[in-house]
């Protein structure tokens, strides 16, 4: 096989040098191609400068993608919901929160300290931070253990090793649980631009609704790896 059809995925076509013959030629043909992997998954490939850009542009982005002038704007909307003067305010509810929890569970002589504690508490005062009802933590919960973990059957049913979740992989985390989230924060807008309140997520209504959803995303996925998930290997 020619340097034109070399296996991109693998390391030996890139041990003397790079196979650009291969990737002009995926240039010229297939400027978005489906790389096939040898154990039978895949990814798409974008080949080309101009279609990597617009790729980047139209993704799920947050801040975390965003350069400045842009991530400079999106700080500022929701900075002040998260300084140390604002957070303060929320003390009483935290205290009221994490007592709670911890009364319904000190009672056992057992426990798991990551799983009732560390999974549960940042989501749960992250909804209050937020203004998202406490009804509604079990599954922002379990949405963002699913998101975090897309790798261990334990947590989702989009492992990405797997051949038979190849429908997930254009999913916003590629988990159905980001859909989820994303259709969530949808409504969420939605009743915010009905009857505002005087939380973060009214500050956020300036974004547009693709941004307002990734922020939304964001901040669950941050407020679960601040407290970590269990996973069958303890990491």
Known sequence: MSDAYADITDHDPYLNDVPHATF?????????????????SGFWGVMRYDDVCAVSKDYGRSMMEYDPPEHRQLRRIVQPSFSRKTVLT??????EITRKRLDAILER???????????????RILCRLL????????????????????ADPEYS?????QVDTDEYRLLPFRCP???ELCRYAEKVALDRREHSHDDVLTQLLPLTDLEFQNVFALLMVAGKKRGGIRSRTGS
């Open 90 to 95: 929320y003390e009483a509810a935290f205290r």
């Open 157 to 161: 049913r989009a492992v990405v090793d």
């Open 177 to 179: 649980a980001g859909l």
């Open 131 to 150: 203004g998202v009802p406490d009804d509604d933590a079990d599954k922002l919960v379990d949405w963002g253990d699913q998101m975090i973990a897309n």
């Open 109 to 123: 002589r057992e426990f798991d300290l990551v799983t009732e504690i560390a999974r549960e508490l940042p989501i």
């Open 24 to 40: 002009e030629r995926l240039r010229r043909d297939e400027s978005v191609a489906w790389v096939e992997e040898k154990d039978g």
